[in-house]
């Protein structure tokens, strides 16, 4: 287990890429898991934060910093935009996971 202080900045890796940079993270209130990481995707595609689940995570390596996904960098471009003034809700969700081709963690 560790402090997100020593996670933020770690470098999020696709596929066939590098996708940004971890910046934040959501969580859960009620059940206090993690739902989401928020990248920045930098240079990549510039100001644009996306989320992605930690259950996509294949990989995490502290010695590099780094964080490995299941995810291609094409997919990652075309994720819907995560805008932080507005409230996270389930119909964002359900495009978040219906672009990735993912199961919602809510449908058990």
């Known amino acids: 287990l560790r402090s997100f202080n020593e996670v933020a900045g770690y470098r999020l890796n696709a596929d066939d890429g590098e996708i940004g940079k971890m910046v934040d993270l959501i969580v859960d209130q009620e059940r206090w898991n993690v739902l989401y990481m928020i990248v920045d995707t930098g240079g ?27 995810l291609k960098v094409e997919t990652i471009r075309k994720s819907p935009e ?7 809700d389930r119909d964002y969700e359900e495009r978040l996971y219906e672009h990735y081709g993912r199961r919602g963690y809510w449908e058990g």
């Open 44 to 70: 990549l595609f510039p100001g644009k934060k996306v989320l992605v689940s930690p259950n996509w995570v294949e990989q995490i390596s502290a010695a590099s910093r780094e964080v490995d996904v299941d």
């Open 82 to 88: 995560w805008d932080p003034d507005h409230p996270l």
